[in-house]
């Protein structure tokens, strides 16, 4: 099997899921409680936090675990529109953010608030003047993702950083889910207030992530009950979660540390055949995350591509895992301008730090032939 759909899900590190199984048997107290039990729980789920922080560079008390990209997203968007509504309701994202982003927002303009969608340019990229004349008295909230989970583009998040910090009265939220791992982001003194992060998306497991909300940024709680979590996520903590959470995240600022170099060799390698290739366009732009490669082969649907690499157990996606089985056309190809013939073709190539030259150079050789035994079929 060849797995290149790294950017829906990823294999579980055999690690992590060690990790889960023996906090689930031996610390399976609730934190919350007061006997003994309750309190070695209790005493994981701080020192939890406290790795966490030390891998993210932030304070423990920042460090929010939720359940993954979904709920971040949300608890980071609608929770700071809620708290700070009295303040304004003018919200600012991108025409290419995710569905839980994008969703989150068209929920909230239900309620009264004003969303702007920044357009981006061929690349995927937004315009940071744009941004700035996006910004008046009104806004509170600017929301986009470091790294497209599509196309692999990366937004100007610095310097969108230094923009909000000369607007003290607006938030900052960054969905890191893609770019964890694989391209750098500072957190402490950034101007980023919340950055979401996902488990399953670096070799963890589903249902656990993290969400980083600095000191003194106050969001509206979505789930209320028990005051877990600093009363912002109430609910009995996932410890086995949070733990098999950290556990991925030392893994893959490890494995960035040790092999990024060689996944952007990879992609290089992947961008150069594919160039070469007759009848297929390239969609990522040359500066993009080293894991994400996307392609379009105009005329061919991307299912049949899809399902005859599966054949051969070689999976790749279209798109977003999100809304894949939804319309052939890709929202965030349309929203760079592409021509409807590549939004409807679009294939997605993810790779992961497992991934060798090897399983590239076959994907490579079976997509080649596939391409032109489909095309036959068609003429």
């Not at 610390?27 to 936090?49: C, T, V, Y």
């Not at 922080?53 to 929010?64: F, K, M, P, Q």
């Not at 470091?146 to 607006?170: C, F, R, Y």
Request: aromatic share 6%.
């Amino acid at each position: 099997m060849i797995y290149l759909d790294n950017s829906a899900t990823t294999k579980p590190d055999p690690a992590v899921l060690d990790s889960f199984t023996q906090v689930s048997q031996r610390f399976f107290g609730n934190p919350s409680s007061i006997h003994q039990l309750g309190g070695e729980a209790e005493r994981l789920l701080i020192r939890s936090k406290e790795q966490a922080a030390n891998l993210l560079g932030v304070n423990s008390d920042e460090v929010i675990f939720t359940a993954g990209g979904t709920e971040g997203n949300n608890l980071a968007i609608k929770g700071i529109a809620l708290e700070h509504r009295g303040r304004g309701k003018h919200i600012i994202t991108t025409d290419i953010e995710h569905p839980s982003v994008f969703e989150a927002c068209q929920s909230l303009e239900r309620l009264g608030f004003r969303v702007t969608y920044l357009p981006v340019n061929r690349d995927g990229e937004i315009s940071v003047d744009d941004l700035k004349k996006a910004i008046n008295d009104d806004t509170i909230l600017i929301s986009m993702m470091h790294v497209n989970n599509e196309i692999g583009s990366i937004q100007p998040v610095k310097e969108v950083g230094e923009i909000a910090k000369q607007h003290p009265k607006l938030f900052f939220h960054v969905d890191n889910v893609q770019g964890i791992g694989k391209v750098p982001l500072t957190l402490e003194d950034s101007g980023i207030d919340l950055c979401t992060i996902s488990g399953h998306k670096l070799h963890g497991l589903k249902g656990t992530g993290i969400l980083y909300v600095s000191r003194g940024t106050k969001i509206f709680p979505l789930f209320h009950g028990g005051n877990q979590e600093r009363a912002i996520r109430s609910g009995t903590e996932n410890l086995a979660g949070a733990v098999a959470m950290v556990k991925a995240l030392r893994l893959i600022r490890d494995k960035e540390e040790k092999q990024v170099s060689s996944l952007y060799n990879l992609q290089a390698y992947l961008r150069d055949r594919l160039t070469k290739m007759d009848g297929v366009e390239l969609n990522t732009p040359p500066k993009a995350a080293p894991h994400i490669m996307n392609i379009s082969v105009p005329g061919l649907k991307p299912e049949v591509m899809i399902h005859k690499l599966g054949e051969k157990e070689i999976f790749i996606s279209t798109k977003s895992a999100c809304s894949s089985k939804q319309t052939d056309e890709s929202k965030i190809l349309s929203a760079c301008g592409h021509t409807n013939e590549r939004t409807t073709s679009a294939l997605r190539i993810s790779m992961s730090y497992d991934t060798n030259e090897k399983e590239i150079e076959t994907f490579l050789e079976v997509f080649e032939q596939s391409v032109e035994q489909l095309k036959e079929v068609m003429e």
